[in-house]
């Protein structure tokens, strides 16, 4: 589920059904990311473009609504607007689909923190 929260607050605080569990189903890791690389193609494929983003706090993104899959090594909060803005959307680690979460080349800005 993708909500709206312009705050920029620290990825996983919020969590998809109140157990625990991130919007993208998956438990929530202890250790919030400092950085991830995002892919212009699903299944994180190395036949598009791909771009990387590291923290602390809020980073747009250089390539805006390009991005299909994301690989990243703990929790972060993915925006649909520049500057943390827009509708968000919480991940746990790698998503191979973003479509399937309904975030497919929506990334302006990720928080990490």
Do not use: Y
């Amino acid at each position: 589920m993708v909500r709206d929260h312009p705050n920029g607050q620290k990825a996983g605080t919020e969590t998809g059904d109140g157990n625990g569990d991130a919007q993208d189903g998956s438990t929530q890791p202890t250790e919030s990311a400092d950085s991830a690389v995002l892919f212009d193609d699903k299944n994180f494929s190395d036949d598009g473009a791909s771009q990387g983003v590291a923290g602390p706090g809020c980073k747009n993104v250089a390539r805006r609504d390009v991005t299909s899959s994301i690989s990243a090594s703990g929790s972060l909060k993915l925006w649909s607007g520049q500057n943390c803005t827009g509708k968000s959307l919480v991940i746990n680690g790698d998503v191979a689909d973003l479509g399937e979460v309904g975030f497919d080349n929506a990334v302006e800005s990720v928080f990490f923190g």
